[in-house]
């Protein structure tokens, strides 16, 4: 029961945070330095110490193969930005920009949804382990981006994770292509946070870094006893 609610809940969760991360900014510019300072903190936490063992020990028993599926996801969304920026004038640069943004958000929550499912059939606590930094990548991802005008446009797009829990659900996945797609998710995570939610130089707060660190690593040395 619990593996088909479960991932059905957080992926409505994750929608909704999508749907209105596309509506809202965080304007007071302390909040919003706190608020992605302790979200890198947790999210690089958990692809550290969670998501890439976890990842590891499967890929192990599966074939060394699998290894591959973390440098495309981190290469592909590399490309992509790179492309964009290189081959377009400043006044297509937002334009193109945002196309990018909503075309691969929507395909990674789509996989995001498959992933949840995966760690759903696992356990209740790697499901809720992946879905909070997952809903911070959401939240702060999208936030760039500029909203659609059009309603059915923008609820299309945050259902992206649903779809994804759906499919996932109703078709048995091979187990190779399962973690490959965890794979992919590793490195897209890891190229986010590195490239766009860790802040460099002067900006964000260290304090609220270190936080977001020791809370989720407490969460999950725990989590592994539980």
Do not use: C, Q
Not at 68 to 78: Q, V
Not at 80 to 99: A, D
Not at 196 to 222: A, D, N, Q, R
């Amino acid at each position: 029961m619990i593996d088909g609610f479960l991932p059905i809940l957080l992926a409505v969760i994750i929608s909704f945070a999508y749907y209105y991360s596309n509506k809202y900014t965080i304007k007071h510019e302390e909040w919003n330095k706190k608020i992605v300072s302790f979200s890198a903190g947790v999210s690089i936490t958990y692809v550290l110490l969670e998501l890439f063992p976890t990842f590891t020990e499967s890929a192990l028993s599966i074939h060394k193969i699998v290894f591959i599926s973390i440098p495309i996801g981190f290469i592909i969304h590399h490309i992509i930005e790179k492309e964009i920026y290189m081959h377009n004038i400043k006044r297509e640069l937002v334009r193109m920009l945002t196309l990018e943004e909503h075309v691969f958000s929507f395909v990674y929550h789509f996989i995001i949804g498959i992933i949840l499912v995966t760690f759903a059939k696992g356990s209740a606590t790697e499901a809720l382990l992946f879905s909070i930094p997952m809903l911070s990548y959401t939240f702060l991802s999208n936030l760039p981006a500029s909203p659609h005008p059009l309603k059915i446009k923008a609820l299309f797009l945050s259902s992206a994770t649903i779809l994804g829990t759906v499919l996932a659900l109703i078709w048995k996945m091979p187990h190779w292509l399962e973690f490959s797609l965890i794979g992919v998710a590793v490195g897209v995570l890891l190229y986010t946070v590195i490239r766009h939610h860790i802040p460099f130089g002067k900006k964000g707060k260290t304090g609220y870094f270190t936080i977001g660190f020791i809370l989720y690593s407490t969460l999950i040395i725990l989590s592994w006893y539980i």
